[in-house]
């Protein structure tokens, strides 16, 4: 299962960096507008990345504990970080009532887990420790790296859609007509593409996550039983996060507001899979142990 999901993110990547490329070299006829936009881009999210874990605690309105407040999350993290090797993260808590978890860090020496008040009041021990071994999984996987890489990637092909449009490219210069529509179509379809590679490189990660955090503690039925009561909870519990940061939690925290996409192709926009998807498949992972 892990190695599919690599391979998936590897092939998403690859076909995201050829739509670049392609897009750069058709609509501005050289390499000089592909390279001024990829830089812009990789600017901007080298940017974001350095500081991708202060934004996400200040968005999530997560404040630090120290260990005396929640000293039964810190053993934990203790011993998870320790089973897999790696430094012990900040610990983080969130006061909403939603049941719900996050981790940011561009590796492991600099992440912060965040857990909410309501995760901690609804869930049982090894479920907690389940939420927690998913999280130290994105950290230890470096999806925070990956995702910035396809958001710089996916910015690069905004950028170039919209220079192509105000500034247009060797098309327009030889049919004026034909360029523009090339231009406009450049411009919807594009950054549209961009966003349905990313969303799609998001699910594959939490299906990584959740395979390898269920490794971490040897108990994939606890963490079948957390996603549970998470998609129950969370769709009736609202909670006030910053949409930027939405899809850093373990499951979708606005789906209290509607916002659930369908099956079919709804579901190419969305940044988390299906929780009943995620539950089968830890089920199977526990009847193969």
Same mark, same amino acid.
């Given at each position: 299962?892990?190695?599919?999901?690599?391979?998936?993110?590897?092939?998403?990547?690859?076909?995201?960096?050829?739509?670049?490329?392609?897009?750069?070299?058709?609509?501005?006829?050289?390499?000089? #507008?592909?390279?001024?936009?990829?830089?812009?881009?990789? =600017?901007?999210?080298?940017? %974001?990345?350095?500081?991708? @874990?202060? *934004? &996400?605690?200040?968005?999530?309105?997560?404040?630090?504990?120290?260990?005396?407040?929640?000293?039964?999350?810190?053993?934990?993290?203790?011993?998870?970080?320790?089973?897999?090797?790696?430094?012990?993260?900040?610990?983080?808590?969130?006061?909403?009532?939603?049941?719900?978890?996050?981790?940011?860090?561009?590796?492991?020496?600099?992440?912060?887990?965040?857990?909410?008040?309501?995760?901690?009041?609804?869930?049982?021990?090894?479920?907690?420790?389940?939420?927690?071994?998913?999280?130290?999984?994105?950290?230890?996987?470096?999806?925070?790296?990956?995702?910035?890489?396809?958001?710089?990637?996916?910015?690069?092909?905004?950028?170039?859609?919209?220079?192509?449009?105000?500034?247009?490219? #060797?098309?327009?210069?030889?049919?004026?007509?034909?360029? =523009?529509?090339?231009?406009? %179509?450049?411009?919807?379809? @594009?950054? *549209? &593409?961009?966003?349905?590679?990313?969303?799609?490189?998001?699910?594959?990660?939490?299906?990584?996550?959740?395979?390898?955090?269920?490794?971490?503690?040897?108990?994939?039925?606890?963490?079948?039983?957390?996603?549970?009561?998470?998609?129950?909870?969370?769709?009736?519990?609202?909670?006030?996060?910053?949409?930027?940061?939405?899809?850093?939690?373990?499951?979708?925290?606005?789906?209290?507001?509607?916002?659930?996409?369908?099956?079919?192709?709804?579901?190419?926009?969305?940044?988390?899979?299906?929780?009943?998807?995620?539950?089968?498949?830890?089920?199977?992972?526990?009847?193969?142990?």
């Amino acid at each position: 299962m892990g190695a599919m999901n690599n391979l998936k993110t590897v092939a998403l990547l690859s076909l995201m960096s050829a739509l670049v490329w392609m897009l750069g070299w058709a609509l501005f006829g050289g390499s000089q #507008g592909l390279y001024i936009g990829l830089g812009f881009a990789l =600017l901007l999210n080298v940017g %974001a990345y350095f500081f991708s @874990a202060k *934004l &996400a605690l200040a968005m999530s309105k997560a404040r630090p504990v120290t260990e005396q407040e929640l000293p039964k999350v810190y053993g934990m993290v203790r011993h998870l970080a320790a089973v897999s090797n790696m430094p012990v993260p900040s610990v983080h808590l969130i006061d909403s009532a939603q049941p719900n978890a996050f981790a940011t860090g561009r590796n492991p020496k600099n992440a912060a887990v965040a857990v909410t008040t309501g995760i901690l009041e609804i869930m049982k021990d090894d479920e907690i420790e389940g939420v927690i071994a998913h999280e130290l999984s994105h950290v230890r996987n470096r999806d925070i790296l990956i995702s910035s890489i396809a958001a710089m990637l996916a910015a690069a092909l905004s950028i170039f859609a919209r220079m192509a449009f105000w500034f247009g490219g #060797g098309n327009r210069r030889n049919n004026n007509a034909i360029g =523009l529509v090339v231009a406009l %179509a450049a411009m919807i379809l @594009a950054p *549209l &593409a961009g966003m349905v590679i990313r969303m799609a490189i998001s699910r594959a990660r939490e299906y990584q996550a959740d395979a390898s955090g269920a490794e971490m503690t040897g108990q994939p039925l606890s963490l079948a039983r957390a996603l549970e009561k998470i998609g129950t909870a969370s769709g009736r519990i609202p909670m006030d996060v910053n949409p930027a940061v939405s899809q850093l939690f373990i499951a979708d925290p606005f789906k209290a507001f509607g916002r659930r996409r369908p099956a079919g192709a709804g579901g190419l926009f969305s940044t988390h899979p299906p929780i009943e998807e995620r539950i089968r498949r830890l089920e199977n992972m526990y009847y193969r142990i």
